[in-house]
């Protein structure tokens, strides 16, 4: 069925235009399209919005508590998640849970996991512009039925992905940025830091450090405020 099929069927008042979703991403995902993310998990172990649907295993939607205070959002997943189902379980994801740790952030209470990208791309590659594209309107859906205070970008593709801000990561990282009302700060992607093993001064490592007990900090004051 073409594209142009699928939409005539929106005239057909017997046709739920939901089910499309998955089909093309030529087809919107209104904001409040999902009531939960036990739904949306359902469009996106079914979705071909994109080709990367047509070589997953699982579709990694996240993990984490639905309502956490701070989502970390990542840029696609790895042969690991892919198997599991779940992002960010592998060395990388097992260094970001030691970063979380570090400053008493329990990735079970504080932290919700998602990437921008559902699917695997081939080989690890970046995804492309329009791999991201069709996938965004389920992260967005994600960010409202979770309702973080603060989103934490991991790498230059999530900030793009989401924001738009083509910058570097070295630019951007550790800056606050304010997007749809909430509280975005760009960091390094854990898997960058295991290629940079270095503690000293202004060393990648060095500066995670700095940012996540900025996250930190914040996320105390924004918890003073509502207490």
């Known amino acids: 069925m073409s594209s142009e099929q699928q939409l005539n069927l ?13 089909t093309d991403a030529k087809i919107p995902i209104p904001p409040g399209t999902y009531a939960s993310m036990i739904e949306l998990a359902q469009h996106c172990n079914q979705c071909h919005r994109c080709g ?13 508590n ?23 379980v ?27 990208n559902k699917c695997r791309p081939p080989d690890n590659r970046v995804p ?17 039925l979770v309702d ?34 909430r509280l975005c700060m760009p960091i390094f992607h854990p898997s960058y830091l295991l290629r940079n093993s270095s503690r000293e001064v202004g060393s990648p490592k060095w500066l995670m450090w700095q940012d996540i007990q900025a996250v930190r900090a914040q996320f105390d004051a924004i918890h003073n405020i509502v207490d």
């Open 10 to 22: 929106f005239e057909d008042s017997n046709f739920n235009q939901k089910d499309l979703i998955p």
């Open 52 to 64: 990367l649907g047509d070589t997953r295993q699982n579709a990694v939607v996240g993990r984490g």
């Open 66 to 88: 639905l309502k956490a205070p701070i989502m970390v959002v990542g840029e696609a997943p790895g042969q690991n998640e892919d198997e599991t189902g779940l992002p960010f």
């Open 90 to 116: 592998g060395k990388a994801g097992q260094l970001l849970d030691k970063i979380l740790g570090s400053v008493n952030l329990d990735t079970e209470k504080d932290i919700y996991i998602c990437n921008i």
């Open 128 to 144: 492309t512009t329009g791999e991201m594209a069709a996938c965004r309107p389920y992260l967005i859906e994600q960010i409202h």
């Open 148 to 181: 973080p205070k603060i989103i934490l970008l991991t790498g230059a593709t999530a900030v793009k992905g989401l924001t738009g801000d083509k910058r570097g990561i070295t630019t951007i990282r550790g800056k606050w940025i304010e997007w749809e009302e």
